[in-house]
């Protein structure tokens, strides 16, 4: 015989589905709700009373809310003539609440599911999508400034200033916090045009148009000749891409380098220019106008974050050519193999089928070679051919 405290586990599962029902206009449809139960009477009679008679006490009849227990007279050569429970039901909304405990919860979610439609009634679609409920309640204290923010960035796409200086009676971490999840909603409200798709949403700034912090990239002129073409008084500079990409470099070899001590130990090689890789900035390199002019070799790690930084790199550079960076490097050199970060196979569209093999297998045997123990003149040679 089912219990009242296994109804209210019961009603907890079959929330969910009723929040979508509700979203969807199907409320009528949904109540009353049937709930899955076991209502077969122990043999002991004694014990049968007792049950039922506990079951009725938790009902709606008694408490004036939760569920309630249908009943059929019927003859039992166990229990006699008597009143049967046949069923457990749940008839309304504010019974299901009461029972899976989220009556603040379900106050709140209206309130919030209210506001969303009166003011952004092009975000509910993304509410009706599973599971978005629960982020919106989870939102629903900072709900009002989210959607001041959105009608913001609506009324002024790509506003050119600073995020602190949105002239706005929010607090700047409201977005700081939030980011991806206004990202999310001002990709659905706002015209295609306004957004700069090169980013992802973790790159929320560019993305919008906000101004922000520019990473550097450490720059080094490997070739005197060069630097003096350049007009530079110095080999080394760290810039902006923007800025960067200022520098008239033509006829130039270009090497991405993604640890820094390598990349300050390079020798001169003529026509040489070598970036600091920032890890995954890469991608902010595609705003650099030379490095789609001259040829870029990319030389990483050989484990699974190398190979992730090619191949983000290779979104926006998509010529890019990588560097010991292959199965033959990784057999020739076991004697400098450690132990990998343990990370998983992941989906990687750009890179070739050698480099692809390789990164399986690093990532297979959680085994890894770091660029800065392997021979710098074997690198020199790859480049002078």
Known sequence: MITPEAIADKAKRIYPKAVKAWLSGQLDAFF?????????????????????????????????KGYTVQYESRRSRTHGLNQFPTAIVIDS????????????????FCRATET????????????????NWKQLLELADDLEGLLDIV???????????????????????????????????????????????????????????????????????????????????FDELS?????????PVTDAKILIV????????LPKMKRGVALGGLGNGVTQLADVRWLHENPVFYWGDIDADGFVILDRLRQAL????????????????????????????????????DERECYERVCRTNRRIEQEHL???????LLQV
Not at 93 to 105: K, R, S, T
Not at 239 to 247: V, Y
Not at 375 to 381: C, D, F, I, N
Request: charged fraction near 25%; glycine fraction near 4%.
């Open 239 to 247: 810039l902006p891409a923007e800025s960067l990409s200022q520098l």
């Open 258 to 265: 993604e640890n820094k001590i390598n990349l300050l130990s």
């Open 32 to 64: 009353p709700h049937r709930v899955p139960a076991n209502l077969s009477l122990p043999k002991d009679h004694a014990a049968a009373i007792e049950q039922v008679d506990r079951l009725r006490q938790a009902s709606k009849d008694i408490t004036g």
């Open 318 to 353: 998509p010529g890019v050519q990588s560097l010991l960076m292959d199965g033959s490097v990784f057999d020739q050199f076991q004697d400098l193999v450690t132990a990998g970060n343990g990370s998983q196979t992941r989906e990687l569209p750009h890179l070739s089928d």
């Open 116 to 131: 969303l439609r009166r003011r952004k009634p092009e975000l509910v679609p993304w509410l009706m999508q599973r599971g």
């Open 151 to 233: 009608d913001y960035f609506q009324s002024h796409p790509r506003p050119d200033c600073f995020a602190r200086e949105l002239p706005l009676a929010v607090s700047t971490k409201l977005l700081e916090t939030h980011r991806r999840r206004l990202a999310t909603w001002l990709d659905l409200v706002m015209p295609p045009h306004t957004i700069d798709h090169r980013y992802g949403y973790d790159a929320f700034e560019p993305r919008y148009g906000l101004r922000y912090a520019r990473p550097h990239f450490l720059l080094r002129i490997l070739d005197d000749a060069l630097q003096s073409e350049l007009g530079l008084p």
């Open 375 to 381: 021979p710098m003149q074997r690198l020199v040679e």
């Open 93 to 108: 909304m504010q019974d299901l609440v009461h029972l899976a405990g989220w009556a603040p919860q379900w106050t709140t």
